[in-house]
Nanobody, 125 residues
Framework: QVQLVESGGGLVQAGDSLRLSCAASRRTFSGYAMGWFRQAPGQEREFVSAISWRSGRTYYADSVKGRFTISRDNAKNTVYLQMNSLKPEDTAIYYC??????????????????WGQGTQVTVSS
């Protein structure tokens, strides 16, 4: 079973920054696209960002474009989500996920097979 472990969440004020990390097992990382999703209380889980293994291309939800940046360090088997200019509406549990990179479906939750346990991000106004 693949393991993904998120870290870096916390309580911050609006306008602050956070960087989330997701450490993956070696078998997971090679050849896998990595994504970040989030779930706010009472809401469905939604796509935030993803990065392809094949091309390194990145994908973002409209709500975070220009504020969040996804990156990956293949040598460290780690994917990051740099979150700047945080807003109260960014408050959610953030999940890291992995899928075999077939070149499509990066923003589709059901294509991801492996998930981390989540890390809480709370942004106060």
């Amino acid at each position: 079973q693949v393991q993904l472990v998120e870290s870096g969440g916390g309580l911050v004020q609006a306008g602050d920054s956070l960087r989330l990390s997701c450490a993956a097992s070696r078998r997971t990382f090679s050849g896998y696209a990595m994504g970040w999703f989030r779930q706010a209380p009472g809401q469905e889980r939604e796509f935030v960002s993803a990065i392809s293994w094949r091309s390194g291309r990145t994908y973002y939800a409209d709500s975070v474009k220009g504020r969040f940046t996804i990156s990956r360090d293949n040598a460290k088997n780690t994917v990051y989500l740099q979150m700047n200019s945080l807003k109260p509406e960014d408050t959610a549990i953030y999940y890291c996920a992995a899928q075999v990179d077939y070149g499509l479906g990066y923003m589709t939750e059901t294509r991801y097979n492996d998930w981390g346990q989540g890390t809480q991000v709370t942004v106060s106004s």
